[in-house]
């Protein structure tokens, strides 16, 4: 067999290291021309806007509902201005401990757990990559949405909370009552979603009498939702935080404007 001359060998051994370093020089440029990964601003605001949703739906004289259409242009103003939907967890922390959120705080809550809310909110907070919270009553599921529905929003990264296991009115309630119609959907909650100690609440038609704060503690609840209109804050009583509400008169005008300023006009 014919040997190749020790210099031949040298040189092919030159060229194959040269060849090398620029492929890997190349994978390095690759690597290094990757486009960042957008850091979030963190900030401490002086309120947070907490949207308060009910039905998606067709129903014009029914302020609590609000069309598809409208909704959906709702949520897309949201992602394309750079709002940042929070969990529950984080407006809890910001409310108690002052914590800094995501510049452009919002908080996306749907009360009462109707179809809808399975058939076209769930689809859009995946769509979106939002985070949501659905207040539903276990005492209705069935009529309304069904439990399987409900653990496929749990798992698929929607916040599942307590609305009370029947929707009725906290301040017709004594303390005992009221316990008991919080803990009921606690133990249904966790029964049928796997959701254990749920620690959010949400109020009936925002009902209270002056044991509804005690009663909530009571159920190890840590915050509870109002419908009393305006902006949750630092410092705020956190078994009252207040909601801005959104309905079909709610156009993208005056949604923009509940979004920037909770001295917002009434409709």
Known sequence: MKRIPLVTCIVILFIVALTGCGVLSQKGETANNAPP?????????????VLMYHKIGEDKDNDAVIRED??????????DNGYHPLTMEQLYEYVVNGAAVPEKPVVLTFDDGYADTYSIVYPVMKEYGFAATVFINPGDIGTRLTWDQVREMHKGGMTISNHGFQHIEMGQLSEAEQI???????????????IKDNPWFCYPYGDKNGYTDKAS???????????????AHTGDNPYNILRVWVGNAVDLKHFEERLSTEHFSDL
């Open 180 to 194: 008991e119609n919080i803990t009921r959907a606690q133990q249904a909650l966790e029964k049928e979603v796997g």
């Open 70 to 79: 409208l909704f959906r242009q709702q949520m897309k103003f949201l992602k």
């Open 37 to 49: 990964v957008k850091e979030v601003k963190m900030v401490h605001p002086s309120g947070i806007p």
């Open 217 to 231: 503690e009571k159920a190890e609840i840590k915050m509870g939702m109002a419908m009393k209109s305006g902006w």
